[in-house]
């Protein structure tokens, strides 16, 4: 089992930038995927990003290329998601999630584990 918890959201203004923070506990999670995704209100959940296991790959939805950057540490069981250029079109519940196979996956389904979430609103 892991537990994850997510933590950095807020309220800003376009342009700004925010880091999210996902810590796991539970068992290491060095091996496996960890993504993101988000959630508006009335909308499907949405693929962010994902880092495979230990970083070795990672990629975005075309919406947030070039914005935002996932890193991980590993010494700490934690990922980040650092969301640079913020849009009000970014408003959303943001989740982590940890799969338990080793390749990436766009796919919400994929993912057995995830977070509470964490809100995060940009004003225009």
């Known amino acids: 089992q892991v537990q994850l918890v997510e933590s950095g959201g807020g309220l800003v203004q376009a342009g700004d930038s925010l880091r999210l923070s996902c810590a796991a506990s539970?068992?290491?999670?060095?091996?496996?995927?960890v993504a993101w995704f988000r959630q508006a209100p009335g909308q499907e959940r949405e693929f962010v990003g994902a880092?495979?296991?230990?970083?070795?790959?990672?990629i975005y939805a075309d919406s947030v290329k070039g914005r935002f950057t996932i890193s991980r540490d590993n010494t700490k069981n934690t990922v980040y998601l650092q969301m640079n250029s913020l849009k009000p079109e970014d408003s959303a519940v943001y989740y982590c999630?940890?799969?338990?196979?080793?390749?990436?996956?766009?796919?919400?389904?994929?993912?057995?584990?995830w977070g509470q979430g964490t809100q995060v609103t940009v004003s225009s």
């Open positions: 999630a940890v799969r338990s196979l080793l390749l990436i996956s766009t796919t919400p389904n994929d993912y057995p584990y």
């Open positions: 539970g068992r290491p999670f060095s091996n496996y995927p």
């Open positions: 880092n495979s296991r230990r970083g070795g790959n990672t």
